[in-house]
C-alpha cells in the first residue's frame, strides 16, 4: 500500500544533504505552497528549507493556471538565495532533479517539455514554477515550486487542459512519496551546487527535451508562432526556426508549446 500521509522522519532520516530539506514545513492541507515559502523567506528561513503540503486548494502553474494538487501527490517550493548569475539555471536544475528522481525511483523514463514540464510517455506528469523576488538589482530570494503527480488519476479530472497521468497511472503500482522527496532533495542539491558554471547541465537539460527538431507552435500573447524547435541556448531560451527561415528567440515564461 502506498502511504496515505506523507512521514517526515522517512524522509529526513539520514538524509544526505548539506541544506536542501534539512528543514520541512508540512502542512497537511494549504492554498499554495509558494505563498508559505516567500512569507518565510521574507523571514530569513534558512536556505533549502521546504514547504511540503498534503493537499494544495488553489496550487498554481505558470500562466496563472491552476495546479491540482489532491492527496497522495508531491507539492512543495523550495527556498534559496541564489547569485542573479544563477538564475536562468532554476528551472533546469529543477526540472533534471524531477527526472532523475523519478527515473531513479520508478525505472520510468521521463522527459523535459521547455521549459518547464515533465512528461512521461508524451502526458505531463510535474511541472515547475520559479518565482524570484528582487531587492533592487540583487536577488532577495527564489521560491522554487514543484508538483508531481503521484496518484492522481486524469480520468478523475476531464477538463484538464493537456494531457496528463501520474507515477502510479503509469506505474501501476505504489510509489514511495518518501523515496522520490530523498532523491529528489539529494539531485537538486548537487546541481545546485554546481552553479553557475553550468555547461554539463545545459548539456544534460538539453539532451532529455522531447522537442527539439519538431515542429512545434508557440503562443506568445496573441501572437502564434510555428516552426521548428531548432535548439535551446545556455541561458534557457529556444530558438524557433521559422518558415522563412529566420531564426527568432524564445525567453522562457511567456510561451506555451503546442504539438502540431
Ligand atoms: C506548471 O506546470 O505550470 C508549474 C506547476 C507548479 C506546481 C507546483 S505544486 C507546488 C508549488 N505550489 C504551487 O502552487 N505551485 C507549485
Not at 505531463?124 to 533592487?136: A, P, R
Request: glycine share 10%; with cysteine; net charge positive.
Amino acid at each position: 500500500m502506498a502511504e496515505k500521509d506523507l512521514s517526515l522522519s522517512a524522509i529526513t532520516d539520514n538524509l544526505g544533504t548539506g541544506f536542501i530539506g534539512q528543514k520541512i514545513l508540512y502542512y497537511p492541507r494549504l492554498a499554495s505552497t509558494m505563498t508559505v515559502a516567500k512569507k518565510q523567506a521574507r523571514q530569513g528561513a534558512a536556505e533549502g528549507t521546504v514547504v511540503i503540503a498534503g493537499e494544495q486548494t488553489a496550487g498554481r502553474g505558470r500562466l496563472e493556471r491552476l495546479w491540482l494538487t489532491p492527496r497522495g501527490n508531491i507539492a512543495l517550493s523550495i527556498i534559496l538565495y541564489p547569485g542573479k548569475d544563477y538564475l536562468p539555471y532554476l528551472v533546469m536544475v529543477s526540472s533534471l532533479a524531477v527526472v532523475r528522481s523519478i527515473e531513479a525511483v520508478t525505472g520510468l523514463t521521463a522527459r523535459i517539455k521547455w521549459p518547464n514540464d515533465v512528461l512521461i510517455n508524451g502526458k505531463k506528469v510535474g511541472g515547475i514554477l520559479v518565482e524570484t523576488q528582487f531587492s533592487g538589482k540583487k536577488v532577495a530570494y527564489s521560491v522554487v515550486g514543484i508538483g508531481i503527480n503521484v496518484r492522481l488519476r486524469p480520468a478523475d479530472y476531464p477538463d484538464l487542459q493537456y494531457p496528463a497521468t501520474s507515477l502510479v497511472t503509469e506505474l501501476g503500482r505504489p510509489v514511495s512519496r518518501p523515496d522520490l522527496l530523498r532523491y529528489l532533495f539529494s539531485e537538486f542539491e548537487s546541481l545546485y551546487c554546481s552553479l553557475p558554471l553550468a555547461d554539463s547541465i545545459v548539456e544534460e537539460w538539453r539532451g532529455r527535451l522531447v522537442m527539439l527538431g519538431r515542429n512545434i507552435r508557440v503562443g506568445q500573447g496573441d501572437r502564434l508562432l510555428e516552426g521548428i524547435a531548432e535548439s535551446v541556448a545556455s541561458d534557457g531560451s529556444l530558438l524557433l526556426r521559422l518558415p522563412d527561415g529566420n531564426c527568432t528567440r524564445i525567453v522562457a515564461g511567456d510561451v506555451t508549446l503546442i504539438w502540431t
